[in-house]
């Protein structure tokens, strides 16, 4: 989607545009109904004509198609915001922290969603070829539940471990099946022991310290034979990750993307050893598995 148009398209959705004319209106009626600005609100509708999200009949305006992943588009808007403040941080190093949003949290959960439902088959295919005979295994940060779902599917005993405000989110759509506790994993994990923890976009959250403390912690959670896998965009093997790191320095105080170097010195320093990185032909990352040395 070209910039403008996403834009156009996020807005519109933002302010409740598309929502409502799941019934014709009139330019007036989404005035009176949204609380919007009639100028702006017949320039942006006339767009969406052109565009051809909208039909206008007599000036009622109804929907020719629907938006796909509206919260994808809504979370793409997010980002936009932060790359938008590159200049600042080139200046002092990171973003302003600024809390977010219930909303804007919600967009984040279910555009990961879409996300990992498109790799979840693999990724959970490839962890069970590299760590064979696993029968648990724990999601750190797992946020939507998409890949512990898939592990449960497998026979597995999965628990998904993320912050409350997202836990309250997406309990109610997770399976039974799905053992479900928050908690903040940069202060401790669950006891376990695991066969497998998987730290799946976690690990660009942050630098160096925070990434040894939470393999240690993975570390003491682990099974004896068990396995600690890392899914993410490794520096020098992912053709993306570089790109990725600058979305990271816009978004957050220490994260980025590293290489597989940086991945096993932090591992020896957990007490752990890189056994192997693989690749996936759903995802432009890559699996890292470890061991306890």
Not at 15 to 41: H, N, Y
């Amino acid at each position: 989607m070209e910039w403008r148009e996403l834009l156009i398209v996020g807005a519109a959705l933002k302010t409740g545009i598309f929502k409502a004319l799941e019934k014709p209106r009139t330019v007036s009626e989404l005035v009176s109904e949204l609380d919007l600005d009639k100028r702006a609100t017949g320039v942006v509708l006339e767009s969406l004509v052109d565009l051809g999200y909208l039909k206008n009949s007599n000036e009622t305006f109804q929907l020719l198609k629907e938006v796909t992943n509206p919260d994808s588009l809504c979370h793409e808007l997010k980002l936009i915001k932060n790359w938008l403040s590159l200049d600042a941080v080139l200046k002092i190093g990171k973003p302003e922290a600024l809390p977010r949003s219930n909303e804007e949290l919600g967009y984040f959960i279910k555009a990961m969603a879409e996300m990992e439902k498109k790799s979840a088959g693999e990724v959970v295919r490839v962890c069970l070829g590299e760590a064979p005979n696993s029968k648990s295994v724990l999601d750190v940060g797992g946020g939507p539940g998409i890949y512990a779902a898939e592990f449960a599917n497998k026979g597995l005993k999965t628990t998904l471990f993320d912050l409350p405000q997202v836990v309250d989110l997406v309990k109610s759509d997770l399976d039974g099946k799905i053992d479900v506790i928050s908690g903040d994993f940069n202060q401790w994990l669950p006891a376990g022991p695991f066969d497998i923890i998987l730290l799946a976009n976690v690990c660009h959250i942050y630098g160096a310290e925070k990434n040894i403390e939470l393999f240690k912690k993975a570390k003491e959670s682990m099974s004896e034979n068990g396995y600690l896998i890392v899914l993410d965009f490794v520096k020098g093997i992912s053709p993306k990750a570089k790109i990725f790191a600058v979305n990271m320095l816009a978004s957050t105080a220490s994260g980025g993307t590293w290489s597989k170097e940086q991945y096993s010195g932090w591992l020896n320093k957990a007490g752990l050893e890189l056994l192997k990185t693989r690749n996936l032909l759903s995802r432009e990352e890559q699996l890292l598995i470890a061991k306890k040395l």
